[in-house]
């Protein structure tokens, strides 16, 4: 069965620093990546995705992630945290023939000033 | 721009009653997904349309929920007989119809359901 994994429900950084959120999959076909974030009160909001092609995804605000099938990771990276960032980040996979998302339990990104 | 609007944002009613929330997706988007998210944990899946047609069902949409989507436009999911194990929070969302499954998929701000 095809799952989502995310280590680490609550994570604090500091302002300006590095923001690593992780993501693993399990898969026995080609997954679809997706990184959404979720503000108090709102609803998803996506990120970033990943289908074919660069393994390097860029997103919005800053964000990046990269596709490493040999770990089955996709996890997601920011330079410099922003007080802005301060939110829940699901990450989700789908597969060709389906739909539907599965998405891992979230993380919350705390960041301290 | 008008995004995935639901209704009502919230709420509350005592268990064994019926409820009904409403999605009206992005007007040019064929397809419409429902998902339940409880706290703590991530949305997970509860069925999915392609106009009007409901095309897949998870195993989580017991006997007493059913979802319809009458005219292709926007959609409904009824719950009876409530229980508190149904408190969460619904989430609707939308994609178009062209593409593959990696189209993203555009989400209304749910609606949070509290069965007392």
């Known amino acids: 069965a095809q799952s989502v994994t995310q280590l680490g429900s609550h994570v604090s950084v500091s302002e300006g620093a590095l923001v690593l959120l992780r993501c693993n999959y399990s898969s026995s076909v080609p997954p679809y990546l997706f990184w959404y974030v979720q503000y108090p009160n709102q609803g998803l909001q996506l990120l970033l995705k990943?289908?074919?092609?660069?393994?390097l995804v860029k997103g919005i605000n800053g964000f990046e992630a990269e596709f490493k099938k040999s770990e089955t990771s996709f996890h997601l990276t920011k330079p410099s945290a922003h007080m802005s960032d301060a939110a829940e980040y699901f990450c989700?996979?789908?597969?060709?023939?389906?739909?539907?998302?599965?998405f891992g339990t979230g993380t919350r990104l705390k960041v301290l000033a | 721009d008008t995004g995935v609007s639901q209704d009502p944002r919230h709420k509350i009613t005592k268990r064994g009653q019926n409820v009904t929330f409403r999605c009206d997706p992005i007007s040019e988007h064929n397809r419409l997904y429902w998902y339940r998210q409880t706290l703590g944990q991530g949305p997970e899946f509860l069925t999915y349309?392609?106009?009007?047609?409901?095309?897949?069902k998870s195993r989580l949409l017991s006997d007493r929920f059913s979802a319809e989507r009458p005219k292709g436009s926007f959609s409904t999911l009824e719950i009876q007989r409530t229980e508190q194990g149904d408190s969460a929070m619904y989430l609707c969302?939308?994609?178009?119809?062209?593409?593959?499954?990696?189209?993203?998929?555009?989400f209304g701000p749910g609606t949070r359901l509290t069965v007392l």
């Open positions: 990943y289908t074919t092609g660069a393994t």
């Open positions: 969302a939308s994609s178009p119809t062209i593409g593959a499954p990696d189209n993203e998929q555009f």
């Open positions: 349309f392609q106009n009007e047609a409901q095309l897949e």
């Open positions: 989700a996979v789908t597969y060709s023939g389906t739909y539907k998302y599965i």
